[in-house]
C-alpha cells in the first residue's frame, strides 16, 4: 500500500471517528493506470485467442464457471 500511496495511485486517509480506521482511496492516476492496465491485458488475451473460434472460447467459460460453482458448494459445506 505504502508503494502504490508514494507512487501517487492512492490516498489513505485516517477515521475521524474510528482511529482504527484508515480509508484507501484511489486517484484519478490510479484509475487511468487501472484503465491502461486493463487494455493491456484485453490486447494480450486477443492476441492469445485469435485463432480459436468463438464457439471453443464459450465452451471454456462454460466449464469455468461450472467449477467455480462447484468450488464454491465445497468451501460452503465445510
Known sequence: MTRLEKAGY???TPDDTDHRTTWVSITPQGLAAC?????????????VLEDTPDADIETVFT????WSNRAKKFDQSK
Open 10 to 12: 492512492t490516498t489513505r
Open 63 to 66: 466449464e469455468l464457471e461450472a
Open 35 to 47: 484503465k491502461t492496465i486493463r487494455q493491456v491485458k484485453q490486447s494480450l488475451w486477443d492476441q
